[in-house]
């Protein structure tokens, strides 16, 4: 009994191309139940909501390290130099600008800053205003919020927004090793540190108030911000690449032998190891490794400089 059961006039003629490399995982939830539940069988009886939790935290755990899950978003960057985080950003993978040519530049974190919280040192460092005694915001929190209203700003983070010298020019650079952009750096020339030796611009991210804050020649460039989710964010994402559906399968049966009583540990074990190998071989699956490719760069890395 075959899998494809729509034409291929309505498959071309409709928008949902290349779905056939994916199985939904109601699909897997299902499969798994019919293979691995029942009298004789690994598992005798277990409830349909059992199977989903663990299929559903199998699928956020292989969307962190396995899956081909990277999402992206581009936005032109304001003047407050701040981007919101997606709605459901689990750790980004890489930023960057995108030229006039259309080249994506590389944009590096800046480790040396952040945007802490100011605190008001009115009375004490206290607000007069609060018979508690919280620490509140600095006095200057308004003003500051009118230029930016979804959240806090510190002395620090103005200071890295204005700073022109953090990172070299983005215009044409010199040949000329004793060009003085290289002076401008962090370090100067001699003991100089690799991260601030570049024009890309840099930027930190505020888990705090769920913002990404660039530094000041990034304003108005048109930002590429590619990350990872973990794969439940909407229905439609609740997929999973046919090169891992054994590979949930394993995990799905690994995590309900393992919270069960009663379960001899051997058989444990056993799909502890199963998991781990279909997980290993997913992920040789997924990285679409092509012999021509790597042929091709080892080509290039033969190549002899003169």
């Known amino acids: 009994m075959g899998l494809i059961n729509t034409t291929q006039q309505a498959y071309y003629s409709g928008d949902d191309f290349g779905s056939y490399q994916f199985i939904s995982l109601e699909d897997i939830i299902n499969n798994f139940i019919v293979a691995y539940v029942g009298e004789g069988k690994i598992i005798s009886r277990i409830k349909r909501s059992d199977v989903q939790?663990?299929?559903?935290?199998?699928?956020?755990?292989?969307?962190?390290?396995?899956?081909?899950?990277?999402?992206?978003?581009?936005?032109?960057?304001?003047?407050?130099?701040?981007?919101?985080?997606?709605?459901?950003?689990?750790n980004y993978v890489k930023i960057c600008w995108s030229d006039e040519h259309g080249i994506e530049r590389t944009i590096y974190p800046a480790s040396k800053t952040s945007?802490?919280?100011?605190?008001?040192?009115?009375?004490?460092?206290?607000?007069?205003?609060?018979?508690?005694?919280?620490?509140?915001?600095?006095?200057?929190?308004?003003?500051?919020?009118?230029?930016?209203?979804?959240?806090h700003k510190s002395d620090t983070w103005n200071k890295y927004k204005s700073d022109s010298l953090a990172n070299t020019n983005t215009g044409n650079v010199s040949d000329d090793e004793d060009d003085d952009l290289y002076d401008f750096n962090k370090g100067q020339r001699y003991g100089i540190d690799p991260q601030f030796a570049q024009s890309n611009g840099s930027f930190f991210i505020d888990e705090n108030t769920g913002k990404i804050h660039f530094s000041s020649n990034i304003n108005g460039k048109t930002v590429i911000l590619k990350y990872i989710s973990d794969g439940l964010g909407t229905d439609a994402e609740m997929q999973v690449h046919k090169f891992a559906e054994e590979a949930m399968y394993k995990h799905i049966a690994h995590s309900v032998l393992a919270t069960r009583s009663q379960v001899p540990e051997y058989l444990v074990a056993r799909f502890k190891k199963e998991k781990f190998a279909e997980t290993r071989k997913a992920k040789l699956r997924l990285s679409n490794i092509k012999i021509e490719e790597i042929t091709q760069v080892f080509r290039g890395k033969s190549k002899q400089i003169k």
């Open 53 to 90: 939790f663990h299929a559903m935290r199998g699928l956020q755990e292989l969307s962190f390290d396995t899956f081909k899950s990277t999402k992206s978003q581009e936005i032109e960057i304001p003047p407050s130099l701040t981007m919101v985080l997606p709605q459901d950003y689990v």
């Open 115 to 151: 945007n802490p919280f100011a605190i008001d040192q009115s009375s004490g460092g206290f607000s007069d205003n609060d018979s508690n005694y919280n620490l509140s915001a600095t006095s200057n929190f308004e003003d500051l919020a009118e230029q930016d209203p979804t959240g």
